[in-house]
């Protein structure tokens, strides 16, 4: 069945632990919420803040709303600046790291279809 919701990014968002340091993440959009092909998550890092080292079985996509931040390829060695704006895609597959610049960041996104390994903690 088709319908369209209203999902507020507040408080009543589960937690989600992929914050390694300085910051909260938050399932917006996840299957808890009856989504089955896309995850949207909140990412409000501090200043320095990093997210663990993720990968995921499918693409993932972040869009940067505030802030700074570098994306870490911890595989290949490589690190890439993202600027206000910007959209980080990352493959199936890809080892990954977001880290905030100084300035903290706000990101909003997450795998496509969601990784159900990232909400096994709210499971009953």
């Given at each position: 069945?088709?319908?369209?919701?209203?999902?507020?990014?507040?408080?009543?968002?589960?937690?989600?632990?992929?914050?390694?340091?300085?910051?909260?993440?938050?399932?917006?959009?996840?299957?808890?919420?009856?989504?089955?092909?896309?995850?949207?998550?909140l990412l409000r890092l501090?200043?320095?803040?990093?997210?663990?080292?993720?990968?995921?079985?499918?693409?993932?996509?972040?869009?940067?709303?505030?802030?700074?931040?570098?994306?870490?390829?911890?595989?290949?060695?490589?690190?890439?600046?993202?600027?206000?704006?910007?959209?980080l895609h990352i493959d199936?597959?890809?080892?990954?790291?977001?880290?905030?610049?100084?300035?903290?960041?706000?990101?909003?996104?997450?795998?496509?279809?969601?990784?159900?390994?990232?909400?096994?903690?709210?499971?009953?």
């Amino acid at each position: 069945m088709e319908a369209v919701r209203v999902l507020d990014s507040g408080e009543a968002c589960p937690e989600l632990p992929i914050v390694e340091r300085g910051g909260r993440a938050r399932a917006v959009v996840w299957p808890g919420v009856g989504a089955v092909h896309r995850s949207m998550h909140l990412l409000r890092l501090d200043g320095g803040g990093r997210t663990s080292v993720l990968k995921h079985p499918s693409d993932a996509v972040y869009h940067l709303c505030e802030g700074s931040a570098t994306a870490d390829d911890p595989d290949g060695g490589e690190s890439f600046e993202i600027g206000v704006g910007a959209m980080l895609h990352i493959d199936a597959g890809t080892t990954y790291r977001i880290r905030a610049g100084d300035d903290g960041a706000l990101l909003i996104g997450g795998p496509c279809p969601p990784d159900p390994a990232l909400y096994g903690h709210l499971e009953g």
